[in-house]
T-cell receptor, first 113, second 117 residues
C-alpha cells in the first residue's frame, strides 16, 4: 500500500491528557499537511511541512499543539492537556512540491472525554 | 478572503437519477485551483478532480461531469445515473494562488449524498 497512513485510527482520552498521532506520507512526497475536521464541517488547515521544515501554522493551532517531521518523512502531531473542544478527526495529507493535488489518509478520530 | 460555499447540506436521490452538487467560491486571486473530493464512510478523502482558473472547459469522466463557470464563481459537479456506491460526503475546495508555498486547500462544508436503491 503506497497511500498516506495514519495511526491510530481512533483515540479516546481523558481531558488533560497528552496525545500523539503519527502520519506516514507517500514516500516520494516532500510536502505534508495536517488538517482538522469536526462533524458536519469541511477539513480545516492546521499546519504544513516541506521536507522537515514547518513552513506555516494556522491560527487554529494553539500552543498546546505541536507538530514535527524530524527527517522529512513521517510526521507526528501532539496535543498537550487535551480539551473537549479538541475532539475531531485529524487528517494528514501529502503532495509533491508544485503539485496542488493532495492525497489524504483516513484520519485519526480523537474523542476527549 | 477565500471561501467555498456548498449550500446543499444533504441530498437524497433514488438510484439511476442524475444529481448536481453545487459549489460557489470567493477569491481575490486571479490564479487558483478548484477541487472536488469524495469522503466515504471510511473517512479518507478521495481526489476526484482539479481544475485551474484558466481552464473553463467542462470535463466529463465516466458518470461524473464538472461545470466550471468563472462568471458566476461556480464549479458544479454532476453525477449521471447515480449508484448506491456514490453515497458519500462530497467536498469542494479552493487552493491559494498557483505557485504559492502552501498548496493550502479551503474546503466547503460538504454535501452528504444519499443514493437509495
Amino acid at each position: 500500500d503506497t497511500g498516506v497512513s495514519q495511526d491510530p485510527r481512533h483515540k479516546i482520552t481523558k481531558r488533560g491528557q497528552n496525545v500523539t498521532f503519527r502520519c506516514d506520507p507517500i514516500s516520494e512526497h516532500n510536502r505534508l499537511y495536517w488538517y482538522r475536521q469536526t462533524l458536519g464541517q469541511g477539513p480545516e488547515f492546521l499546519t504544513y511541512f516541506q521536507n522537515e521544515a514547518q513552513l506555516e501554522k494556522s491560527r487554529l493551532l494553539s500552543d498546546r499543539f505541536s507538530a514535527e517531521r524530524p527527517k522529512g518523512s513521517f510526521s507526528t502531531l501532539e496535543i498537550q492537556r487535551t480539551e473537549q473542544g479538541d475532539s475531531a478527526m485529524y487528517l494528514c495529507a501529502s503532495s509533491f512540491r508544485g503539485d496542488e493535488k493532495l492525497f489524504f489518509g483516513s484520519g485519526t478520530q480523537l474523542s476527549v472525554l | 478572503a477565500q471561501k467555498v460555499t456548498q449550500a446543499q447540506t444533504e441530498i437524497s436521490v433514488v438510484e439511476k437519477e442524475d444529481v448536481t452538487l453545487d459549489c460557489v467560491y470567493e477569491t481575490r486571486d486571479t490564479t487558483y485551483y478548484l477541487f472536488w473530493y469524495k469522503q466515504p464512510p471510511s473517512g479518507e478523502l478521495v481526489f476526484l478532480i482539479r481544475r485551474n482558473s484558466f481552464d473553463e472547459q467542462n470535463e466529463i469522466s465516466g458518470r461524473y461531469s464538472w461545470n466550471f463557470q468563472k462568471s458566476t464563481s461556480s464549479f458544479n459537479f454532476t453525477i449521471t445515473a447515480s449508484q448506491v456506491v456514490d453515497s458519500a460526503v462530497y467536498f469542494c475546495a479552493l487552493s491559494e494562488a498557483l505557485g504559492g508555498a502552501t498548496n493550502k486547500l479551503i474546503f466547503g462544508t460538504g454535501t452528504l449524498l444519499a443514493v437509495q436503491p
